[in-house]
């Protein structure tokens, strides 16, 4: 992969980052809570269900966030686009589609990454 490609895919990497930072660092919803359990015991209970679905996106965005960053990482190293797992070659198209992939399509069927 030559410079002007690995520098675009920092760049897409960079964006999709600021993207889940950005969208992480608005007020968690149940911080305001507080306000709104006057309510009666049905609408508590949609409200924890709420909590629920906010926690586990955060969960998803942090694991993205991470891996995000480590292929920010593998590029400033040199070591981009190259499976983690085999040492082959990722595809490009691969990588457009993921770009914070760590292994080769074959990889990722065996072991489910
Ligand atoms: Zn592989």
């Given at each position: ?21 950005n ?15 006057h ?75």
């Amino acid at each position: 992969m030559n410079k002007r490609e690995l520098k675009k895919f920092r760049t897409a990497l960079q964006e999709k980052r600021d993207a889940i930072v950005n969208a992480t660092g608005k007020k968690p919803h149940w911080e305001n809570m507080a306000d709104t359990r006057h309510g009666d015991f049905v609408d508590q209970a949609s409200d924890d269900n709420e909590v629920h679905v906010n926690l586990k996106l955060l969960q998803t965005d942090a694991k993205l966030l991470r891996a995000i960053e480590a292929a920010i990482e593998r590029i400033d190293k040199g070591e981009y686009g190259v499976c983690a797992a085999c040492g082959e070659a990722i595809s490009v198209a691969r990588l457009k589609a993921v770009p914070w992939t760590s292994v080769c399509i074959d990889c990722k069927g065996k072991k489910s990454i």
